[in-house]
């Protein structure tokens, strides 16, 4: 259970790694988007991005079947980027399939990576932790099992929230035993960033018409730290679809645990725009430009209407605050417009550009050599 887990070796470029590197080319001191193509056999989903100590931590699942961590100096590079195997479960466990939505998350003071995962069968997917062993997001983890509560329900897309001294785990789950529909998102507090401690408690669910457009759910929260407040960003409608958008929670004080806690944005924050190629845009991550100026949503979208899970490609692009300290994410960028680089980026000669390379699992007693 707490088995120790080896980054592993490179191999040579596929062409999905070439088509990598194309994304996000442009002139020096713009990108444009998307940063990460789409990738066999479900896009490129989901992005978790940190910026921590000059560079550019980007996690994702590949393949659904394991978890990898890149590094770049300039968040264009994420795609182009080696990507370190950080995790490759053993075949056969409750967690060994269906490998999704990594948050490479810091949390008092050590690196988690809060997945979610399968035996294979969607309906057993559960929540999961990896903690670092070192201070760098791309070395060893030890696998630290399930987070649950009492219940013992699907879950997906966890993530660790701090307020005011607490620490509380949010994620996307059902109801009751094999729900399907509808996602809710559920809020329980920590001891520990490992362990979920009390009962689980409902503060949001698809009760809105473009919250339930192909499905009705919620999904994919991301915290995001502000002047006015703590606020959680959420997915909501069916991520296969066109109509998928974020929407936005704000908490309002008071009891964390409690939904009437959490004020909800009756409309979309952040939506498609099929004139400029973007459809189903939705489960960010947030992160800070270089200098820490800047705040800036790293999202994933499709390029053409019905493109589906398979044609999700990552973008990303600045966002500012209203006067009265609310996130203002405006509209997606369309596909292929230049977006000037994060503030404080590297220079292209200085930052310098890595080939992508996959990743193939070694034994521990190899990595170890």
């Known amino acids: ?29 713009h990108f444009t988007n998307p940063i990460v193509a789409a990738a066999v056999p479900a ?59 990594p948050e490479l998350q810091f949390v008092r003071g050590r690196w988690y990576i809060y997945f979610a995962a399968s035996d294979g069968d969607n309906r057993n997917h559960r929540m999961y932790a990896l903690e670092a062993v070192t201070d760098d997001p791309q070395g060893e983890y030890v696998f630290r099992g399930q987070l649950t509560d009492a219940t013992n329900r699907w879950a997906i897309d966890g993530i660790a929230v701090e307020s005011e001294g607490g620490l509380y785990f949010v994620w996307s789950g059902w109801r009751n035993e094999d729900d399907g529909f509808p996602q809710v998102l559920y809020i329980a507090e920590m001891s520990d960033p490992c362990t979920i401690v009390g009962e689980r408690h ?10 339930c457009q192909g499905a009705s759910l919620l999904e994919g929260p991301a915290v995001l730290y502000g002047d006015s407040g703590l606020f959680i960003t959420y997915s909501a409608s069916a991520s296969w679809t066109d109509h998928y958008a974020v929407g936005l929670l704000h908490y309002q004080g008071g009891d964390i ?19 400029q190629r973007v459809f189903g845009p939705g489960h960010n991550s947030f992160v800070k430009s270089p200098d820490g100026t800047e705040d800036w949503i790293v ?23 209203t006067a009265d300290g609310i996130p203002m994410l405006g509209m997606p960028v369309g596909h292929g417009v230049r977006v000037e680089e994060p503030s404080g980026t590297r220079t292209m000669a200085s930052a310098g550009t890595h080939e992508t390379a996959a990743v ?5 007693e190899a990595a170890a050599a």
């Open 43 to 101: 896009g490129s989903a989901d992005p978790s991005v940190v910026h921590v100590n000059g560079h550019y931590y980007y996690c994702r699942s590949v393949g659904d079947r394991f978890l990898g961590v890149a590094r770049a100096e300039r968040l264009q590079d994420i795609g182009r980027a080696e990507m370190v195997n950080v995790f490759e479960p053993e075949v056969g466990t409750p967690w060994s399939c269906e490998i999704w939505a």
């Open 257 to 275: 645990l409690s939904a009437a806690a959490w004020h909800k944005s009756p409309t979309p924050v952040f939506a498609a725009r099929p004139e």
């Open 1 to 29: 259970m707490h088995a120790k887990l080896h980054p592993s070796s490179r191999r040579r470029q596929t062409a999905a790694d070439k088509a990598a590197q194309r994304a996000g080319h442009a002139s020096p001191g």
């Open 360 to 364: 193939v699992a070694l034994p521990p």
């Open 299 to 321: 999202y994933h979208a499709i390029d053409s209407s019905g493109g589906g899970w398979s044609q999700r490609s990552v973008r990303a692009q600045r966002f500012d605050w």
């Open 202 to 211: 409902e503060i949001a669910a698809p009760d809105l018409p473009w919250e």
